[in-house]
């Protein structure tokens, strides 16, 4: 069992930046591909972000690639979102996904419980 847990999220201006951690515990961390979803009122939850096992791949969603930056500290068990340039569109609870095998818009083993990030226009 893999214990997952969100934090870092809140309210931003347009324009602006965040970044949301994301720990993992029960398991050795680095075993685990990690990646970040996001779910808007009324829309499906989608794929954000992912940074595979060996720290080296990593793949965004279109919306988000040049904004965006995930990466992953495997000697603290976390991995990080590094959100710039924030557009409203990105308001949404994001969520923190573990996977010892998926890595990408399949993965999701193991999912926290979402942290909130509103932006403010």
């Known amino acids: 069992q893999v214990h997952v847990i969100e934090s870092g999220g809140g309210l931003v201006p347009v324009e602006g930046s965040l970044r949301l951690s994301c720990t993992a515990s029960?398991?050795?961390?680095?075993?685990?591909?990690m990646g970040w979803f996001r779910q808007a009122p009324g829309k499906e939850r989608e794929f954000v972000a992912a940074v595979a096992r060996s720290g080296v791949s990593r793949y965004y969603a279109d919306s988000v690639k040049g904004r965006f930056a995930v990466s992953r500290d495997d000697a603290k068990n976390t991995v990080y979102l590094q959100m710039n340039s924030l557009k409203p569109e990105d308001t949404a609870v994001y969520y923190c996904?573990?996977?010892?095998?998926?890595?990408?818009?399949?993965?999701?083993?193991?999912w926290g419980q979402g942290t909130q990030v509103t932006v403010s226009s």
């Open positions: 996904a573990a996977d010892p095998t998926q890595f990408g818009v399949r993965m999701g083993y193991y």
């Open positions: 029960g398991q050795t961390f680095s075993n685990y591909h």
